[in-house]
């Protein structure tokens, strides 16, 4: 069963208060979308390397820039990678990379999709996602336990006390990682049903297993990995470089 992934880097950096974008921002000696793609290329299945097919979705007017921060990786790995051009949302952006792999995939191929935000997910993350859909289920998610107490509230304002509505039991909870892990056809038909809402950030959606719950499929949960955070702002990037020595 052949396994590709896509690695979504079409981001801005404007939260991470950096002028370049999110993927190309250094983080550890390396960009982010370099050490996201190493950790998926270095995962490995029974036979040898686990993914046979690497798209990179990137900025448009950055495009080269990530083609050449990859050259290390394609030297190193010998995996065939290719860059495209993202689109306006994540969801945009991961439909481009579907597009982009090769036609002639099996609707049963394994994909996984995963963000550079997340450069530090260990490959034997990768390695559980995708053996989770090998085994038979369609749409998997990692997942950590939520520690946190969580409370819901009425519409969304920040400026302004709120009234406590809710509090939701937290042993039910899982705070999703990626990478996700789906049946091609699975995922395309998914991002086929959802394509008018793609490139309106109001209601496009915030990650693949979404989409496949739309459908009212089921998602499977695998457990997730703390090494697999997600930077966002400056901060995440200051931490998640006092971990690389811990």
């Given at each position: 069963m052949s396994v590709v992934a896509v690695l979504t880097a079409a981001g801005s950096g404007t939260r991470l208060g950096h002028a370049l974008p999110k993927a190309l921002v250094p983080v550890r000696g390396e960009r982010l979308v370099v050490h996201a793609a190493r950790s998926l290329l270095a995962?490995?299945?029974?036979?040898?390397?686990?993914?046979?097919?690497?798209?990179?979705?990137?900025p448009a007017e950055h495009l080269d820039d990530v083609v050449s921060a990859l050259d290390a990786v394609r030297a190193e790995t010998r995996a065939p990678v290719r860059v495209v051009p993202g689109g306006a949302t994540r969801q945009a952006s991961v439909a481009a990379g579907l597009a982009a792999l090769p036609g002639a995939l099996e609707a049963d191929a394994v994909v996984l999709v995963h963000d550079a935000a997340r450069p530090f997910a260990p490959p034997?993350?990768?390695?559980?996602?995708?053996?989770?859909?090998?085994?038979?289920?369609?749409?998997?998610?990692?997942?950590?336990?939520?520690?946190?107490?969580?409370?819901?509230?009425?519409?969304?304002?920040?400026?302004?006390?709120?009234?406590?509505?809710?509090?939701?039991?937290?042993?039910?909870?899982r705070a999703v990682?990626?990478?996700?892990?789906?049946?091609?056809?699975?995922?395309?038909?998914?991002?086929?049903?959802?394509?008018?809402?793609?490139?309106?950030?109001?209601?496009?959606?915030?990650?693949?297993?979404?989409?496949?719950?739309?459908?009212g499929l089921d998602?499977?949960?695998?457990?997730?990995?703390?090494?697999?955070?997600?930077?966002?702002?400056?901060r995440d990037l200051r931490v998640a470089e006092l971990l690389g020595d811990a």
């Open positions: 995962a490995r299945g029974p036979d040898g390397p686990l993914v046979d097919e690497l798209v990179v979705t990137a034997d993350l990768v390695e559980r996602v995708a053996a989770a859909v090998r085994s038979g289920h369609g749409a998997v998610v990692p997942g950590l336990p939520v520690t946190d107490t969580v409370k819901r509230v009425g519409p969304a304002d920040l400026t302004a006390a709120q009234p406590v509505l809710a509090t939701v039991e937290r042993a039910d909870l990682q990626t990478p996700q892990g789906f049946r091609l056809g699975l995922l395309r038909d998914a991002h086929d049903e959802a394509v008018a809402h793609a490139h309106d950030e109001s209601l496009a959606a915030t990650d693949d297993a979404g989409l496949v719950e739309r459908l998602v499977w949960v695998v457990p997730g990995d703390e090494r697999a955070a997600k930077i966002t702002t400056a």
